[in-house]
């Protein structure tokens, strides 16, 4: 069907246009124009140039300090997760028993929401760190670990599910060839498993890198950024200037614009890998 | 034998993390049955006869949060906002896939785009909006998912839909189906595996979301993670019990969702990823 009447036409579209213009477009552009005013609600708003950017990172440290630590925790989480997610997948793709079973409870932790998430780990945090008589708000140290504890079992498993599917792509004649020439169980990993789970290594290394980045319900929920603003990743630095004092609105709007750009080009630089690899394969 | 002697140390290993990744779960099962002055100091003891307070923590629990009226909104609002973007999306997917125009190619790199932009870029301007609108209501919410989940939803629907065959609808049409009856006899059905990961991939995220409902409707209708959250902030000496309780009853009934659907769920999950 090359063409369609366009009362048919508007049928099929209108419904979730018209949504994603109130729900979305609309509340994008006014974003975009509300990070040059001044306001506080969407009707008082002032021209003030670029002045909410300049404030963004002159007016305290908060912006900045979030920014480090994400981009730290961004870091520490892709790899860790990576790391755990392969080597449960290669220990689950060996025919064992039970393996379905595994990977089911492996699985799990994804479901449950962030929040509830967060309070499971604040729990069992808190309760290691009383025996030596201080808590998660004691230091953002522990918060930062504790958020990275938290992401991997929330995230391992989803990205053991990814790397699984990979593995057992590999055709079984070539693994098969390999052992008849002799070679060890490191160098089939090394020379065969690994450049033919590359498509996979990319998805769940950028899937983790933008979870990562844009983490806010297990931030606050297991630390509201405790101590002080010290463990606030970005998502919730820009909550708390939006919503923490009258007057900052525009700041916190400027703040999410940058924070949209960081967003971006993490998935710009994810299309460019996965074209190059789709190349080279 | 050297092989079967490794290959059960591979399995105690894979036995060993898997307690060990459920145990966060029973840990908190267990302090739910303990009384709240027992909770904090020593969560990882059993409850004793001392410690031990039956329910008590869940009745208190589900009366300090409301718990009951928030199962019913997060349940209401999950089911049909999930309905709704299956419906309306799998419509659009199909009609700007299958009809060639610049305004198709338009509204599809649109709704792509609308992915890579985080929340919090609009959240202060949505919530403003479904305020003017009257959509800050459990039903005016459905409209928001709606909108901001579209762009993921289009995109998987239409990446399937470019893999099916056109003859079977060009011999609907030939035989007098208009658009709206070919779409929903003949396509719809076909969508069905696909839509099935739609509809698992906006149930995990609207089921667990907090931050929009929370701004849209938060203040009059609170969903699970919101209650839960509320208990965290909303009290001077906060109840350790009760918060174990509710969230043993917040990861209920997504126990039941995951272990009725499972192969669904990590079959629509790996497409996703994939896909998006």
Known sequence: ?281 | MKKSIRENIVYILVLFLAILFLSPIFIVFMNSFKGRFFISDTPFALPNAQTFVGLENYTSGIVKTGFLPALGYSLFITIFSVGTIVLFTSMTAWCITRVKSRLSSFIYYLLVFSMIVPFQMVMFTMSKMANILHLDNPIGIIVLYLGFGAGLSVFIFSGFIKTIPREIEEAATIDGCNPIQTFFLIVFPILRPIAITVAILNTMWIWNDYLLPYLTIGSNYKTIPIAVQYLQGGYGSKDMGAMMALLVLAIIPIVIFYLTSQKHIIKGVAAGAVKG
Not at chain 1, 48 to 54: D, E, F, L, Q, R
Not at chain 1, 73 to 84: D, G, M, Q
């Open chain 1, 1 to 281: 069907m090359q063409k369609m009447p366009k009362r048919y036409y508007a049928f099929f579209t209108l419904p979730t246009l018209i949504a994603f213009v109130v729900a979305f477009f609309i509340p994008l552009l006014l974003g975009i124009y509300l990070s040059f005013t001044t306001f506080t609600t969407v009707t008082n708003s002032r021209w003030a140039g670029v002045s909410n950017y300049v404030r963004a990172f002159s007016e305290d440290n908060n912006f900045i300090n979030a920014t480090i630590f994400t981009v730290k925790f961004a870091i520490v989480s892709v790899i860790l997760i990576n790391i755990l997610a392969f080597g449960l997948a290669l220990l689950l793709t060996r025919k064992m028993r039970g393996e379905n079973g595994f990977r089911t409870v492996f699985f799990m932790p994804n479901l449950i929401g962030g929040i509830v998430l967060g309070y499971i780990w604040l729990l069992i945090i808190n309760g290691i760190l009383i025996n030596f008589g201080v808590d998660i708000t004691y230091s953002a140290t522990y918060g930062f670990w504790g958020l990275v504890v938290l992401m991997n079992w929330q995230m391992v498993g989803y990205m053991m599910i990814i790397y699984i599917a990979g593995i057992l792509a590999i055709p079984t004649e070539i693994i098969e060839a390999a052992k008849i020439d002799g070679a060890s169980g490191w160098q089939t990993l090394k020379n065969i498993t690994f450049p033919l789970v590359m498509p996979a290594i990319t998805i769940c290394t950028f899937l983790t890198l933008a979870n990562s980045f844009k983490l806010f319900d297990q931030n606050l929920s297991l630390t509201a950024g405790a101590p002080g603003r010290e463990s606030s990743m970005l998502a919730l630095d820009i909550f708390n200037t939006f919503y923490g004092r009258n007057g900052y609105e525009g700041i916190g709007q400027a703040k999410a614009v940058i924070f949209f750009l960081f967003v971006a080009l993490i998935v710009l630089l994810q299309l460019r890998f996965s074209r190059k690899s789709e190349l080279e394969s």
